[in-house]
């Protein structure tokens, strides 16, 4: 069974950066297929950034294409997302999700992952 630990987060004003971290308990994260969601309040949870095992492949949704980064942290075992330019509507529960190999076609859909980090709120202010 495989526990996702998840830190980082907080509270920022708009235009800040935060940077959050995943790492997966007793597995090697490089042969997991890695994601992070987020849940806004009285939203349905979406994918924001997904990166393939080994790293191979990074997919981005729009709203944060050129403002989020994820990658992997071989030394840490440890996949990081980093986050510039906040916005107030990046306001979320942020999510980290694993799974094992994987389509890659259906990185931003929740069924295809089976691992669940517990949440971590990111709140920005305008």
């Known amino acids: 069974q495989v526990q996702l630990v998840e830190s980082g987060g907080g509270s920022v004003q708009a235009g800040g950066s935060l940077t959050l971290s995943c790492a997966p308990s007793k597995y090697t994260s490089s042969n997991l297929g890695m994601s992070w969601f987020r849940q806004a309040p009285g939203k349905e949870r979406e994918g924001v950034a997904a990166?393939?095992?080994?790293?191979?492949?990074?997919d981005y949704a729009d709203s944060v294409k050129g403002r989020f980064t994820i990658s992997r942290d071989k030394s840490e075992n440890t996949v990081i997302l980093q986050m510039n330019s906040l916005k107030p509507e990046d306001t979320a529960m942020y999510y980290c999700?694993?799974?094992?190999?994987?389509?890659?076609?259906?990185?931003?859909?929740?069924?295809?992952?089976?691992?669940w980090g517990q949440g971590t709120q990111v709140t920005v202010s305008s």
């Open positions: 990166i393939s095992t080994f790293g191979t492949w990074t």
């Open positions: 999700a694993a799974r094992s190999g994987g389509d890659w076609s259906r990185r931003f859909q929740e069924s295809a992952y089976n691992y």
